[in-house]
């Protein structure tokens, strides 16, 4: 599609810990913008008691775009989200199988 993986983000935030964030770090380095979310806080910022449940993001719309699909890549078999055809091409570019 002729888009550049370094123009874009990943947002990592699943049961991360040191060594994780590092591990991941390593690998995304200069393949990919990263940044990392720890827990219920990363999402509820806005000082009120925080909700029992998920909320993921699955489309988004660019200033003066159409809105798009967006994928979300998970360690846990089954739990990606996106079409299947943006998740195979996610894999793809970042080199996971």
Do not use: R
Not at 46 to 68: C, E, F, R, S, Y
């Amino acid at each position: 599609m002729g888009i550049d993986p370094k123009s874009k983000a990943i947002v990592f935030s699943d049961s991360l810990h040191y060594d994780k964030v590092k591990a991941i770090t390593d690998f995304c380095k200069d393949k990919i913008k990263m940044s990392f979310g720890i827990g219920t806080n990363f999402t509820n910022d806005v000082g009120l008691p925080a909700m029992n449940m998920v909320i993921k993001l699955t489309d988004t719309k660019p200033d003066n775009t159409h809105w798009q699909g967006v994928v979300k890549l998970s360690d846990e078999k089954n739990k990606n989200t996106g079409t299947p055809e943006m998740i195979a091409l996610a894999k793809e570019v970042l080199g996971i199988k």
